[in-house]
C-alpha cells in the first residue's frame, strides 16, 4: 500500500468507503456485515487505514455496521470519517443530537475526520445561515478533540463551493469530490481542484470508478488502452488518473466485494501516474463518452437573450446532459431544488427563439420538454 502525508499522518492512498458494503437479498438498508467484516480485515491486513462512513449511508446503517467491525480493531490503528447530513434540510437545526448518535453509532470518543455533507446549490445558504449554529458547533467540537479535522464534501458547481470557502474556507483542511477522468470535463472537476488549490486544500476523491461505470469500456477504448499499458486493468486507469493529480490526497472507493477490494488494493501497490500520452488518450476517450449521450452545448449564451423567460438555457443544458449521460441520479434534482418555479426546465414555452441563434442547432424547446417530463415537473 502507498501512503501520502497529511498534516503529519500517513493516510493509506486508498480508503475503503462505506456506502456500497455489500448487502442481504438486494436490499440497501441490510448490510451483509459477515462479508463487510471480511472485507474490513482484508483492507487492515494490507494497509488501509481510513474508512469513510455516513450518516445516510444503507438506509442509516452503514455507521452502525462500521462502528462494530472497527470496534474489533486498536482505535490508534485506522482513521474513521464521518458526515453531518445536510442533504436534508431538515437536519440542520439538529447539529448537536446527531453528532452525539455519531459517536455512539460508530463506537468512538472521536472522528479524526467530519465533514459538511454533500455542499451544493440546494442546502449552500442554509450551510452559511449561523442560525443553524453547524459551523460554530462543530468547531467546537475540534477544539475539544472530538474532531480531529475538518473538511466538506461537495457535488455543487464551482461557484457553489466558492461561496462555501468565502465563509468556511480558512477552517477547511481537506474537500472530497466527485473526481475522475469522466468528470474531469463533464462535471468541470478540474476547475475545483484548481480552485481548492488556489484555497491550499488537498482533494479527496469520491466516485473514481463513477459508480462502476468506468470499470469497463467500449471494445475499442479497451483495446487504445491496452495497447499503452497490455498489464494494466480497465478499472486500474481511473485511479492511475487520479496518482496523477498532485492535489489529490485520498481516493476513496465503495466496494461491494472482497474481490473488488483486493483487485484495487493490488493496483495501489505503486504509484504508476500517466504520461501525457496516456493523460491525452484517456481524455479523449471520456471525450467520446459523454458526446454519444449529450447535447453539444458550449454555453455561449446567445440562447439567453433571447429567451422571453429568461431562463439560464447552458446550464439547464449542462444538467441535462447529466441526468441524461447518469440515467437519472440525485444531481440534477438536487440543483434544480434551489431554482425558482418559473426558471425551471418547465417553464420553457417552447417558442423556439433559443433555437434561432444556437450555434450548434440544438433542438432547445425538445430538451426542455424532456428534462421537464424526466423530472415530472410541471
Given amino acids: 500500500m502507498i501512503y501520502r502525508d497529511f498534516?503529519?499522518?500517513?493516510?493509506?492512498?486508498?480508503?475503503?468507503g462505506a456506502m456500497r458494503l455489500p448487502v442481504i437479498g438486494g436490499d440497501d438498508s441490510r448490510i451483509?456485515?459477515?462479508?463487510?467484516?471480511?472485507?474490513?480485515?482484508?483492507?487492515?491486513?494490507?494497509?488501509?487505514n481510513y474508512y469513510d462512513t455516513a450518516w445516510g449511508y444503507h438506509d442509516g446503517?452503514?455507521?452502525?455496521?462500521?462502528?462494530?467491525?472497527?470496534?474489533?480493531?486498536?482505535?490508534?490503528?485506522?482513521?474513521?470519517?464521518?458526515?453531518?447530513?445536510?442533504?436534508d434540510l431538515s437536519n440542520m437545526d439538529k447539529v448537536e443530537e446527531i453528532f452525539e448518535k455519531q459517536l455512539k453509532k460508530c463506537q468512538v470518543?472521536?472522528?479524526?475526520?467530519?465533514?459538511?455533507?454533500?455542499?451544493?446549490?440546494?442546502?449552500?445558504?442554509?450551510?452559511?445561515?449561523?442560525?443553524h449554529g453547524i459551523f460554530e458547533y462543530l468547531m467546537k467540537q475540534k477544539e475539544a478533540g472530538r474532531i480531529r479535522h475538518l473538511g466538506f464534501s461537495a457535488h455543487g458547481s464551482r461557484e457553489v463551493i466558492s461561496r462555501f470557502l468565502e465563509a468556511y474556507g480558512k477552517d477547511m483542511e481537506f474537500c472530497q469530490l466527485q473526481l475522475n477522468y469522466l468528470d474531469w470535463s463533464f462535471q468541470d472537476a478540474k476547475g475545483k481542484v484548481q480552485l481548492l488549490k488556489e484555497h491550499g486544500i488537498p482533494?479527496?476523491?469520491?466516485?473514481?470508478?463513477?459508480?462502476?461505470?468506468?470499470?469497463?469500456l467500449a471494445d475499442t477504448d479497451e483495446e487504445k488502452l491496452r495497447k499503452l499499458r497490455p498489464e494494466e486493468t480497465i478499472p486500474a486507469w481511473a485511479f492511475r488518473?487520479?496518482?496523477?493529480?498532485?492535489?489529490?490526497?485520498?481516493?476513496l472507493s465503495g466496494m461491494s466485494n472482497l474481490e473488488q477490494l483486493k483487485q484495487n488494493i493490488a493496483t495501489f501497490e505503486k504509484d504508476a501516474p500517466l504520461s501525457s500520452e496516456e493523460m491525452e488518450t484517456l481524455l479523449e476517450i471520456a471525450d467520446g463518452m459523454v458526446k454519444k449521450k449529450s447535447l453539444p452545448c458550449t454555453a455561449c449564451h446567445y440562447c439567453v437573450s433571447h429567451c422571453p423567460q429568461g431562463l439560464n438555457i447552458p446550464e439547464l443544458l449542462s444538467l441535462y446532459n447529466e441526468h441524461c449521460f447518469t440515467e437519472g441520479g440525485f444531481i440534477a434534482p438536487m440543483a434544480l431544488a434551489a431554482y425558482p418555479e418559473d426558471k425551471l426546465p418547465s417553464a420553457c414555452i417552447g417558442c423556439r427563439s433559443c433555437e434561432a441563434v444556437c450555434p450548434?442547432?440544438?433542438?432547445?424547446?425538445?430538451?426542455?420538454?424532456?428534462?421537464?417530463?424526466?423530472l415530472n415537473l410541471g
Fill in 203 to 216: 482533494v479527496w476523491v469520491m466516485e473514481p470508478l463513477r459508480g462502476g461505470r468506468l470499470a469497463s
Fill in 7 to 16: 498534516q503529519g499522518l500517513k493516510l493509506s492512498a486508498l480508503g475503503m
Fill in 32 to 48: 451483509d456485515e459477515a462479508a463487510a467484516g471480511e472485507m474490513v480485515a482484508y483492507a487492515m491486513e494490507h494497509g488501509i
Fill in 360 to 374: 450548434q442547432q440544438i433542438k432547445i424547446s425538445e430538451a426542455m420538454s424532456d428534462f421537464a417530463a424526466k
Fill in 61 to 87: 446503517k452503514s455507521e452502525t455496521v462500521m462502528g462494530n467491525l472497527l470496534a474489533e480493531y486498536p482505535r490508534e490503528n485506522f482513521f474513521l470519517a464521518t458526515k453531518f447530513p445536510g442533504y
Fill in 109 to 131: 470518543e472521536y472522528f479524526d475526520f467530519y465533514l459538511f455533507h454533500n455542499v451544493c446549490e440546494m442546502n449552500i445558504d442554509a450551510y452559511l445561515d449561523p442560525s
Fill in 241 to 251: 488518473f487520479l496518482q496523477t493529480i498532485p492535489e489529490v490526497t485520498m481516493i
